[in-house]
C-alpha cells in the first residue's frame, strides 16, 4: 500500500487485481463478459418498429462474485443498419424484480458490420455480488438483432450514495 507509513488516502486501498483508490478515483481491472470468444450475447427487438424484445439475460445471477458497474458495451456483430435502443436492468437480489440501469442509443448505418467490435461507454448503478444483468433493445425498422458482450468493473462503495429519482424515466 503506498511507499510512506503514513496512512493517507492513497493508502486506503490498493491492490493490482482489485483496484485502487487514489484521492477518490478509483481504478481497477475492467473484464469482459462473456468471457469466451465464440459467445455473445444477442439481443433482439419486437419485430413492431419502435417497440422492445424481451429481456435477455446478459450476465447471469451469481456469476460474478463482487459488487461491480457494466462500464461498456462491445458491439460484436448487427443484422443490419439501423437506430438501436438498448436498455439495461439488473436482478439484484436474484428472484427479484429488474430494476432499471439506463439505457443507450446509437446508429449503425450502410457500413453496420465492416468495421470490427465497436465500443460505446455507459455509466450505470452498481449491481451487487451475484446480481444478474439484462439487456433489451428496439430498432427503428424493428427485427435487427445486435450482438453484444459488455465490460464490467469491479464497485467501491463510496460513503455518499445521491438520491435516485422517483419515477422511470425521470
Same mark, same amino acid.
Given at each position: 500500500m503506498g511507499g510512506g507509513t503514513s496512512h493517507t488516502r492513497k493508502d486506503i486501498l490498493s491492490s493490482k487485481d482489485v483496484g485502487?483508490?487514489?484521492?477518490?478515483?478509483?481504478?481497477? @481491472?475492467? @473484464?469482459?463478459?462473456?468471457?469466451e470468444p465464440s459467445q455473445v450475447v444477442r439481443l433482439?427487438?419486437?419485430v413492431v418498429a419502435d417497440t422492445y424484445g424481451a429481456w435477455t439475460?446478459?450476465?447471469?445471477?451469481?456469476v460474478v462474485s463482487f459488487q461491480y458497474h457494466v462500464i461498456g458495451i462491445l458491439i460484436e456483430?448487427?443484422?443490419g443498419a439501423d437506430t438501436f435502443l438498448?436498455?439495461?436492468?439488473?436482478?439484484?437480489?436474484?428472484?427479484?424484480?429488474?430494476?432499471?440501469?439506463g439505457e443507450c442509443r446509437f446508429h449503425l448505418g450502410a457500413l453496420a458490420g465492416f468495421f470490427p467490435t465497436q465500443a460505446i461507454d455507459i455509466k450505470a448503478l452498481p449491481i451487487e455480488a451475484g446480481g444478474g444483468f439484462y439487456? @433489451?433493445?428496439?430498432?427503428?425498422?424493428g427485427t435487427n438483432w445486435i450482438d453484444i458482450a459488455v465490460?464490467?468493473?469491479r464497485h467501491f462503495p463510496q460513503?455518499?450514495?445521491?438520491?435516485?429519482?422517483?419515477?422511470?424515466?425521470?
Open positions: 485502487s483508490l487514489e484521492f477518490e478515483i478509483i481504478e481497477c @481491472r475492467i @473484464r469482459v463478459y462473456p468471457r433482439t427487438p419486437s439475460e446478459i450476465i447471469p445471477a451469481g456483430n448487427q443484422q438498448l436498455q439495461f436492468a439488473k436482478n439484484n437480489p436474484p428472484g427479484s424484480d429488474l430494476d432499471i440501469l439487456g @433489451r433493445s428496439k430498432t427503428a425498422a465490460l464490467l468493473s460513503s455518499y450514495t445521491p438520491p435516485l429519482w422517483t419515477t422511470w424515466p425521470w
